[in-house]
């Protein structure tokens, strides 16, 4: 390390399509599957740091799963006469290295030494996508196909998915709705937000189509969610809105805390399932 030299911790918010992706942690080893993360690490590579340039990665997202805005907090060294990047040319340089179209940095911001990406945050939003009216998933349109989960059915009993989703709101243990590997220690969150609304037509649909096919938002706010929570919510969502199951038990599926129960065992598909922002105090 040379004298003066000064290490700079940067936030970086990015987005992704996770269809390429396994994740969005990066793949170490010899193994031909590859995250988010390593794409972004060979970028930072050209930044030539001191020091390797390591992303933490604050919300880790699932084999094709995609992000409208995640976040990771990097430290870069420069030599001792080169002053810290700033943001804005951090930023510029990170997509210009990146070797892969279908990720993106979106900003960038100095942080405190002491700032840890996934630690800090007070807020993450996710958004999953639903499609009705599609009785074969070859129907879907080629540019909605990897964004959204279609269902067959013509229609979904929203008014039951929304009177389901508010016995999940509040704090609860949410054992029932984690996946085995789940590395938290508690399974007690707090869901400060659970909605169910329609979206308007995707513009990616011809109008023909757009007569039977209906697009649907869930979304979901927590400060953080245990391993899988959001799809399998979503899985027991979509179940009371066909009328496979009554709003009523999704309150005892909770209770139960039982993961391996018959409705709740069901995992929605990763490809409907974005994360939508990462919020932390004082930044944008």
Same mark, same amino acid.
């Given at each position: 390390?040379?004298?003066?030299?000064?290490?700079?911790?940067?936030?970086?918010?990015?987005?992704?399509?996770?269809?390429?992706?396994?994740?969005?942690?990066?793949?170490?080893?010899?193994?031909?599957?590859?995250?988010?993360?390593?794409?972004?690490?060979?970028?930072?590579?050209?930044?030539?740091?001191?020091?390797?340039?390591?992303?933490?990665?604050?919300?880790?997202?699932?084999?094709?799963?995609?992000?409208?805005?995640?976040?990771?907090?990097?430290?870069?060294?420069?030599? !001792?006469?080169?002053? #810290?990047? =700033?943001?804005? /040319?951090? %930023?510029?340089?990170?997509?210009?290295?990146?070797?892969? $179209? @279908?990720?993106?940095?979106?900003?960038?911001?100095?942080?405190?030494?002491?700032?840890?990406?996934?630690?800090?945050?007070?807020?993450?939003?996710?958004?999953?996508?639903?499609?009705?009216?599609?009785?074969?998933?070859?129907?879907?349109?080629?540019?909605?196909?990897?964004?959204?989960?279609?269902?067959?059915?013509?229609?979904?009993?929203?008014?039951?998915?929304?009177?389901?989703?508010?016995?999940?709101?509040?704090?609860?243990?949410?054992?029932?709705?984690? !996946?085995?590997?789940? #590395?938290? =220690?508690?399974? /007690?969150? %707090?869901?400060?937000?659970?909605?169910?609304?329609?979206? $308007? @037509?995707?513009?990616?649909?011809?109008?023909?189509?757009?007569?039977?096919?209906?697009?649907?938002?869930?979304?979901?706010?927590?400060?953080?969610?245990?391993?899988?929570?959001?799809?399998?919510?979503?899985?027991?969502?979509?179940?009371?809105?066909?009328?496979?199951?009554?709003?009523?038990?999704?309150?005892?599926?909770?209770?139960?805390?039982?993961?391996?129960?018959?409705?709740?065992?069901?995992?929605?598909?990763?490809?409907?399932?974005?994360?939508?922002?990462?919020?932390?105090?004082?930044?944008?």
């Amino acid at each position: 390390m040379g004298a003066g030299s000064v290490r700079a911790r940067y936030l970086v918010y990015f987005q992704y399509l996770g269809t390429d992706f396994n994740g969005v942690a990066a793949v170490r080893g010899v193994q031909r599957a590859v995250g988010v993360q390593n794409y972004l690490e060979e970028a930072a590579e050209r930044l030539n740091s001191v020091v390797p340039v390591k992303f933490t990665v604050s919300s880790r997202t699932d084999a094709g799963v995609h992000a409208l805005s995640n976040a990771a907090h990097l430290d870069i060294q420069r030599r !001792s006469d080169l002053p #810290p990047f =700033s943001p804005e /040319v951090l %930023t510029e340089a990170l997509n210009t290295h990146l070797k892969h $179209p @279908a990720i993106r940095v979106l900003q960038a911001f100095r942080v405190p030494s002491h700032f840890h990406a996934r630690h800090a945050a007070i807020s993450r939003t996710y958004l999953y996508r639903l499609a009705t009216g599609c009785p074969r998933p070859d129907r879907v349109p080629v540019f909605e196909r990897n964004r959204c989960w279609a269902l067959q059915a013509d229609c979904l009993d929203v008014a039951a998915m929304q009177e389901a989703a508010q016995h999940l709101l509040g704090t609860h243990d949410f054992s029932a709705f984690q !996946s085995a590997g789940s #590395p938290a =220690s508690s399974p /007690v969150r %707090t869901l400060r937000r659970a909605s169910v609304s329609p979206d $308007p @037509a995707s513009p990616f649909v011809l109008p023909e189509e757009s007569r039977r096919l209906q697009f649907w938002s869930l979304e979901f706010e927590s400060q953080s969610f245990l391993y899988k929570q959001v799809r399998r919510m979503t899985a027991v969502l979509v179940a009371v809105g066909l009328g496979a199951l009554m709003p009523a038990q999704v309150k005892a599926i909770l209770e139960s805390q039982d993961p391996l129960g018959k409705h709740q065992s069901r995992v929605a598909p990763a490809h409907g399932l974005f994360l939508k922002s990462v919020l932390y105090e004082g930044l944008g």
